[in-house]
């Protein structure tokens, strides 16, 4: 059972960290950002907390393993007809000032520089737990090294190694 908890948390803090990628990157380019949500939804409530922070949404949810970032305009069907350019339940077009924040209407680099940064995210959070590891292990050869060099280190049987 424990290790499905580890394997639990250890996949939550690798979709925690890609979908930070997602969310820094669209904070960064002036993106409205809806809903930053820790586990997966269904449309159904299956949230455990939520609390509304400037405007957005921070949310756990029930089943731990998924995350995601909802960036306004990312997924609205009525916004794909430019003509009309009209998000869903209204019936006047959207000011300039509207379209600003929507991912739909963001140039081709923005957008596909917020899809690249989750993976990004993931890379460096590779990176850097490899790093540590290699540093811990350092840590450990060192000092494991210096206790069997100075005689200190003993085996149950009285003998040194």
Same mark, same amino acid.
């Given at each position: 059972? =424990?290790?499905?908890?580890?394997? $639990?948390? +250890?996949?939550?803090?690798?979709? *925690?960290?890609? /979908?930070?990628?997602?969310?820094? &990157? ?20 299956s949230r455990i ?12 949810n029930w089943l731990? =393993?998924?995350?995601?970032?909802? $960036?306004? +305009?990312?997924?609205?069907?009525? *916004?794909?007809? /430019?003509?009309?350019?009209?998000? &869903? ?38 990176? =850097? ?33």
């Open positions: 059972m =424990l290790i499905v908890i580890l394997v $639990i948390i +250890g996949l939550s803090v690798l979709i *925690l960290g890609h /979908e930070a990628g997602h969310f820094f &990157a669209a904070k960064l380019l002036g993106m409205k950002i809806e809903e930053f949500g820790l586990g997966l939804r269904f449309g159904w409530e907390y939520s609390k509304k922070i400037n405007g957005i949404e921070y949310s756990v731990p =393993l998924g995350g995601f970032v909802r $960036i306004a +305009g990312e997924n609205d069907p009525s *916004l794909s007809d /430019e003509s009309k350019g009209q998000a &869903a339940g209204k019936t006047e077009p959207l000011t300039a000032e509207e379209k600003k924040g929507l991912f739909h209407f963001r140039p081709a680099w923005q957008r596909a520089l917020v899809l690249f940064s989750g993976v990004a995210a993931n890379v460096v959070m590779g990176w =850097l737990a490899g790093f540590l590891r290699r540093r811990s292990l350092r840590a450990f050869n060192k000092r494991h090294t210096e206790k069997f060099a100075s005689g200190k280190s003993r085996s149950p049987h009285g003998r040194h190694h």
